[in-house]
């Protein structure tokens, strides 16, 4: 606290120079060292700096790191063209064929290089196969790439060689007082390219960071500007809101701002089903926490959390009209999908993973005989166990079967045997429903 205290009326007493628009701000002031930048990122900038170009740690990385957070990656921006960062490096590769970036290569890690861009004028706007706004698609000076940068914490340049910041748009007090403010005239911006107004929202969650009220005000005139782009995106964007470790804040986020409806069917999905919501919460909450944990996530996992009460619903309906359970289950799984694809945009890939785990939802059911050790051998048991477990959470399946499971799985072969149930008993039951019906229906039709 004192530290944090003095800290600060250090920072005060500290002139930052100015270089043209830029207020330089010294190492003394901010604290961000060079040993803090990746091992990449650092041979990326002393490289190109040593062949005489500018380069510099750009974007999320200097944010985070001021905000003392954990860079997911972090980018270089340099005035260096592609081909020119390429010939500087040997294992480069030049990848996008509009907005050409190049990916330097580290063992592991890929530093991403971006050469300096500017803004060109809304009539020279064009977007590529993505729906990307290429407005920023002209080489320009650093000055002018600070400009085509949407918020002021995302526009701060970090020299490693001088570990001296370069800030053009007040980001560096922005981040300091927790402040997410758009650069230039939001609406204008949100007009460029809506999907700003969905990284606000999910910045401002990730980083606890408050969004600026002239920044946040044109978002409810504005949200309608996201029915024009493509689902692809939306769903990059959607996705990375799920997978950020801070779902739950950002959903409440959206909601807060109003967002939340006819955005996008992804997440209305998620409103569409009352007696789901708790359920899909939980699935956000666990997946935040696996996160912060750095287990893994499967995007899968989590489609199949979204659309679990709609095949349910859809299961239900079938078999309450007499179908066999598991061809019922089919049936179902096929139908959401096939409707959601024309919504949601869900890869394709994802397809078998959640049909699995949704499919393992009904073996779990079954505890007798040698089902059960079929079952753990599995390979897909353990996402199968923890989306049962979700939705012995959700009130959905009593909690007697996720704890049954939960000890057998890990129980000695002598208590496994005991925990079996009597063979049969289930299967008598399920038996003789449908040998009922036929004779109802024929009934009828008589
Ligand atoms: P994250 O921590 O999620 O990676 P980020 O800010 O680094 O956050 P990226 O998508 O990696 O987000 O983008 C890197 C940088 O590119 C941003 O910091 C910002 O300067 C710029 N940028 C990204 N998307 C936009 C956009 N839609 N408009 C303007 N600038 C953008
Ligand atoms: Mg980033």
Redesign the pocket.
Same mark, same amino acid.
């Given at each position: 606290m004192i530290k944090r205290f003095l800290k600060r009326v250090f920072r005060r007493s500290q002139k930052a120079k100015k270089v043209g628009n830029a207020r330089i701000i010294p190492f003394a002031s901010h604290g961000v060292s060079r040993d803090q930048i990746s091992y990449g990122s650092l041979k990326v900038t002393d490289g190109l700096q040593a062949a005489g170009y500018q380069a510099f740690v750009v974007?999320?990385a200097v944010r985070?790191l001021l905000l003392s957070k954990t860079p997911?990656?972090f !980018?270089v921006a340099t005035n260096a063209t592609p081909e020119e960062v390429r010939r500087v490096f040997r294992r480069a590769r030049i990848i996008g064929r509009r907005f050409r970036l190049v990916h330097v290569m580290f063992g592991e890690e890929v530093v991403e290089v971006s050469t300096f861009r500017r803004m060109v004028d809304a009539e020279d706007v064009q977007a590529d196969e993505h729906g990307r706004l290429l407005r920023d698609n002209e080489f320009g000076d650093q000055e002018q790439d600070a400009a085509?940068? !949407?918020f002021t914490a995302?526009?701060l340049y970090y020299d490693p060689t001088t570990q001296e910041i370069h800030d053009y748009h007040d980001g560096y007090s922005d981040t300091e007082n927790q402040i997410l403010r758009m650069i230039g005239q939001p609406a204008v911006r949100y007009r460029e390219?809506p999907?700003?107004m969905l990284?606000a929202v999910r910045?401002s969650a990730k980083l606890g960071m408050k969004l600026e009220a002239k920044t946040a005000a044109p978002i409810n005139e504005m949200k309608n500007l996201l029915d024009n782009v493509p689902q692809a995106r939306l769903l990059d964007e959607v996705l990375?809101m799920l997978l950020s470790g801070n779902s739950v804040a950002c959903i409440q986020q959206l909601r807060q701002m109003n967002l939340h409806h006819g955005l996008l069917p992804l997440l209305d999905v998620i409103w569409a089903q009352p007696t789901g919501e708790k359920f899909i919460m939980l699935a956000l909450h666990n997946t935040d926490d696996r996160l912060r944990q750095d287990k893994p996530v499967s995007p899968a996992f989590l489609f199949a959390a979204l659309l679990w009460h709609e095949v349910l619903a859809a299961w239900n309906l079938r078999v309450k009209r007499g179908e066999r359970p598991v061809g019922a289950m089919h049936e179902a799984m096929d139908e959401v999908l096939a409707k959601q694809k024309q919504q949601l945009a869900i890869p394709h890939r994802h397809d078998a993973v959640m049909k699995e785990i949704w499919l393992l939802q009904q073996r779990f059911e079954q505890r007798a005989g040698q089902r059960p050790y079929r079952l753990l051998e599995q390979p897909r048991f353990r996402a199968g166990y923890d989306f049962l477990l979700l939705r012995c959470a959700s009130g959905e399946v009593p909690d007697d079967l996720g704890l049954w499971w939960d000890e057998f799985q890990d129980a000695t072969a002598e208590r496994q045997k005991e925990m079996l149930q009597p063979e049969g008993a289930a299967e008598k039951k399920r038996r003789r429903k449908p040998r009922k019906k036929p004779a109802a229906v024929a009934a009828t039709a008589e």
């Open positions: 974007g999320g985070d997911k990656d !980018d085509r940068r !949407d995302n526009a390219d999907v700003r990284r910045l990375k």
